[in-house]
């Protein structure tokens, strides 16, 4: 079980080897696999999260959620999404036509992107990068600019500050996301993220740096655009902000699109914080990837929960927060860090 | 500093693990109390065709004819047109007869907008009370030329003995 | 280096999720800021007064349901007090208890709604649900009682349609007995939420002159600090039999106008618990004619609704149908004060305050 995944790939490149390829189509072709596996887990995921929003919130709302459509109701987002596909895709006279189709094909990229450096479990990183949280930070923001493009091609007045918000809130948020895991590259040293879960060997940065993961999981609910920072879509303000004006599948991509930003913040701050693959209490029987699944999902409830709880900010309210609470304590975080470190060294050596 | 928030927390989880409310609707139900305003039914023979129901509805839902048959009224349409109704009950309570009252039914979507009316009168029913009218006028009728005769036929008898 | 900016205009409703309705406002916004509000309600308006006019008495009372169709007992009650001022009927006191229970269970139910739509406006939606969870325990009583949930057309003139069912007693008390835990809910969930607090409180505050000179009423007026009940100030009905007390706010903020509902909420089961174990035995419906033909006159004649004052007037020439029926509509009145309370508010606050006036657009628009 443990290396299922790892054996499966070796076992393609030796069957690609013994079929005679260079080793750079073999590299190719297994670079392609693994991203495809990626893609195929996320959308999985996506569905499934749809489903276990949906019964979260149910569960909390002393309902039952849904459980109608396939067993417990399972196929539900499936059906909804067979739903989406088939309706009309409703483009607004007045809409820039290029761009307002090209959100929702975009929407999904960043997300992608991400996706292949983050460590799955024991060896289970499509591309091992040495700058890979640096490189999650750029790429996941630049899902800021086609979520603005989409506001600002429905030309829908919701849209467009639904949009101006986004820019704003991303911003102000990505500072403090960025400050508080500076925290646990000083204690590392590197920005790989396989090295970063291999430095918590023994003990998890979530107790090392509780505040860094304090600040990283209110940014991160800001960064995915849900409750309470869900200014974005605020459903009872500006009806779906830069969402209100798409329909059938383009809706729908938007939709998964959260979801798909979603895991992949739970998925950093699994890799950053919770010890990524790492067995707590010596249970190493269970594998590794199976551990991390389950701590991503550990923090995905995590955020549900606190949609399904808290009500919303206002967007004076957000900014002030973010720039005047979290800022400079994700600062001060980085000084005790820095100061914490220096002791530590200082005293050992 | 955050009581309020991590209290939240703790009743929207205390609530994820509790017992649900809803009720899974076609399969079960709620009783429903015997005072429910559902679909109307109209009992035919119970009506008297004294217009009261007619008089009552605020929105004139209930078109009521009838026909005279051997001075007796016979209700030969009861139209409920349900898409009109507002379901308060005055019909119900003016009603000297009882003759129309609501069901427990509460399913009332249709297909068909025709199909929201109700006729209640079917003409297989106004000819059944008709000839019941009739048959009752002949049987009257019968039983009195009935009773004339014995009478003629007693009344010769006492007239003699009394002459 | 300066940017040109410039005013825009945002049309917030008719179809808008948060405008409880099909509310309509004309924002002008600077930014998020709103510089100018024109409210325009209307497009709920189904004339019921001129309805009314071509309905006897009693026919009006099942379109009365459809004025605040989330208490339709108050509006059934505020309509038929006017016919019985004006056509001097007594009412029996079984009939008044009955009333005063089923509309104080219909203030809680719309109090719950004003709560848990409140919470939704501000974006907590599993207040919302919350809410409407234990308001349907009052929506089976009302079934019970009247055979409708949500237009009972329940109230006669004269009294009641019909007694009081058998189990609706035990199963109203159970209520009561179970309403306190609810109440704790919601302000562990709602009340006490620091975000919450932040976006309501001291948000569009409006001073008691104001809302005194505007002629706003219910729960607005009282949390601006205005001790004005009707139930307390005038007693109808058999108000002045019961021990409760009227709520306040201090400030007037939006805070205030939300938890002065939860206050009163209490207040109102505090009036049942009472209304229950008083209830005398007697006629349900006093000394009235089979056909209602009130003499030639006027009345008016007010209730305290949900929502604030709600009067009745009616003018009758004699005949069974009215010659003029107006309402005084508290949902209506109490917005009069809106464009001016919304200037200077985010948009997000726009709802945040729409929602602390708790309106209802069938009773604005009527």
Known sequence: MENLFVNMASGMRSLLASAGLPDTATDFILMFLKLGAILVYILISALWLVYMERKVSAYMQCRIGPNRVGPLGLLQTTADIGKLISKEIIIPRCADKKLFLLGPILIFMPPLAVFAVAPFGKDMVAIDMNIGVYYFLAVASLSTVIVWMSGWASNNKYSLIGGMRVVAQMVSYEMPLILSIVGVIILTGTLNMSEIIRAQENVWFIFLQPLGFLIYLIAGVAETNRAPFDLVEGESEIICGPFTEYSGMGFAMFFLAEYANVVLVSVMATTLFLGGWHAPFGLTFIPSWIWFLLKVYVMIFLFMWFRWTYPRVRVDQLMEFGWKVLVPLSIANIFVTGIGKYLYQTIRW | MAKGLIKGLGITLNRFFKPKVTVQYPEERLPLPDRFYGRPEFYYDKCIACNMCVNACPNRVIKLETETVDKKKVVTKYDFDQQYCLFCGLCQEACPKDAIKFSKDFELTRYHRPDIKIEFVKPEMVERKKAEIKKAAAEKAAAEAAKAREQEEQNPAAGKEGS | ?366
């Open chain 3, 1 to 366: 280096m300066t940017i040109k900016t410039e005013e825009f205009l945002l049309n917030l409703g008719p179809q808008h999720p948060s405008t409880h309705g099909v509310f309509r406002i004309v924002l002008t916004l600077d930014g998020e800021t709103v510089v100018k509000a024109v409210p325009v309600p209307g497009y709920l308006h189904r004339g019921i007064e001129k309805i009314a006019e071509s309905r006897t008495y009693t026919q009006v009372i099942p379109y009365t349901d459809r004025l605040d169709y989330l208490a339709g007992m108050l509006m059934n009650w505020g309509y038929v007090i006017a016919v019985e001022k004006l056509m001097g009927v007594e009412v029996p006191e079984r009939a008044e208890y009955i009333r005063v229970i089923v509309g104080e269970l219909a203030r809680i139910a719309s109090h719950l709604v004003a709560t848990g739509a409140y919470a939704a406006d501000i974006g907590g939606l599993t207040g919302f649900i919350y809410t409407f969870r234990d308001r349907e325990e009052i929506m089976d009583l009302f079934e019970m009682i009247s055979g409708a949930r949500l237009t009972p057309s329940y109230m006669r003139i004269g009294g009641v349609a019909y007694d009081i069912p058998e189990g609706f007693i035990e199963k109203c008390r159970k209520f009561l007995d179970d309403f306190p835990k609810a109440i704790e809910e919601y302000n562990g969930l709602i009340t006490g939420n620091e975000i919450f607090q932040a976006r309501t409180k001291n948000v569009a505050i409006l001073p008691a002159e104001k809302a005194i000179d505007m002629s706003l009423s219910g729960p607005v007026l009282r949390a601006s600090g205005v001790n004005y009940d009707l139930r307390k100030a005038r007693p109808y009905s058999v108000y002045d039999r019961f021990e409760f007390e009227v709520p306040m706010g201090a400030k007037g903020d939006c805070f205030d106008r939300y938890y002065v509902r939860i206050l009163e909420m209490e207040q109102s089961a505090k009036i049942i618990r009472q209304a229950l174990d008083q209830l005398p035995e007697g006629p349900i419906k006093g000394k009235v004619p089979k056909v209602i033909k009130p003499p030639r006159g006027e009345a008016y004649a007010e209730i305290e609704s949900s929502k604030g004052i709600m009067g009745t007037y009616v003018v009758s020439d004699g005949s069974t149908q009215p010659y003029r029926v107006h309402f005084r509509r508290p949902s209506f009145v109490n917005l009069g004060y809106l464009d001016e309370m919304l200037k200077g508010w985010k948009i997000a606050d726009v709802i945040a305050i729409l929602g602390s006036i708790d309106i209802v657009l069938g009773e604005v628009d009527a």
